[in-house]
Structures are given as structure tokens and as C-alpha cells.
């Protein structure tokens, strides 16, 4: 396939994504539009990285690292949302 084709399709894909999570912040859905959102997030995030950053040619060694950085970042994503969730002011 040729990569230009494959990349104009995932960034039309991209775009399609990004601008369904305008369209669900548009409207107040609670907390089921927060998480579709975050779902459509962690989508996008994937495609970039399997398409434009090559993850899924890259050596294992680069993905072990890119796995480890996105597990630091859930870790760091964890704390924070403790913190915020016990805090007696909300």
C-alpha cells in the first residue's frame, strides 16, 4: 500500500475522531461523555503512535521504553486524581 494513501487515512481518520469529541463536548452528557471522550483520546494517541511515530516497526527495546513512559504517565495520572478525589472541598 502506498504510505501516502495510508497516512492521508489516518489522518482523516484523526481528524474524524477529534472532531466526534467536539461534538460530544458540545453536549452535556456527564460523566459517560467524559469517558468516551478519554476512550476517543487514548484512540488517537494509538494511531499516532503506531502510524507516525513507527511503533510498529521499531525495535523492541523502543517499545519497552514507550510502554514504561506510558506506564509512568498512568502512575503520575493515578496520584494526581487521588489527591484530587480526597480532597474535602469538592
Known sequence: ??????????????????FTMFGI??????????????ALAVGQMFLVMLFFMRMRESAKIVRLAAAAGFFWLLI??????????TRQWH
Not at 500500500?1 to 477529534?18: A, E, H, K, N, S
Open 25 to 38: 463536548a458540545h453536549f452535556n452528557t456527564g460523566a459517560a461523555g467524559t469517558a468516551v471522550i478519554v
Open 1 to 18: 500500500m502506498d504510505p501516502r494513501i495510508l497516512f492521508t487515512g489516518v489522518w482523516l481518520l484523526l481528524l474524524l475522531l477529534l
Open 76 to 85: 503520575l495520572f493515578s496520584l494526581a486524581l487521588s489527591d484530587y478525589l
